[in-house]
Nanobody, 117 residues
Framework: VQLQASGGGLVQPGGSLRLSCAASGSFSSINYMAWYRQAPGKQRELVAGVLSGGSTNYADSVKGRFTISRENAKNTAYLQMNTLKPEDTAVYYC????????????WGQGTQVTVSS
């Protein structure tokens, strides 16, 4: 099982980016998919998560600006990030709880998001 993250980059303050996280391999289901981020010198923190049924949760710092969604048929989650701020700069990681013969927590490689003028 692999998670492939994409979509990071450099954007000016106030701009937008969309991150994607695609799961591949042999598995029966994906329950929870989430995005975390880690800024230099800080701990990794949960940004947003979405259950297979569509329920979502967000960090207070991104509510109203970020939207997480998923396409179950494509085993893919998205993070639409709007009104980006310099403090959103971090490496973003996708995470998913995936059922094979057991339920495991899997991580994708990080993707850098830099918000700067």
């Amino acid at each position: 099982v692999q998670l492939q993250a994409s979509g990071g980059g450099l954007v000016q303050p106030g701009g937008s980016l969309r991150l994607s996280c695609a799961a591949s391999g042999s598995f029966s289901s994906i329950n929870y998919m989430a995005w975390y981020r880690q800024a230099p010198g800080k701990q990794r923190e949960l940004v947003a998560g979405v259950l297979s049924g569509g329920s979502t949760n967000y960090a207070d710092s991104v509510k109203g600006r970020f939207t997480i969604s998923r396409e179950n048929a494509k085993n893919t989650a998205y993070l639409q990030m709007n009104t980006l701020k310099p403090e959103d700069t971090a490496v973003y990681y996708c995470n998913a709880d995936i059922r094979t013969s057991y339920v495991g927590s899997y991580w994708g490689q990080g993707t850098q998001v830099t918000v700067s003028s």
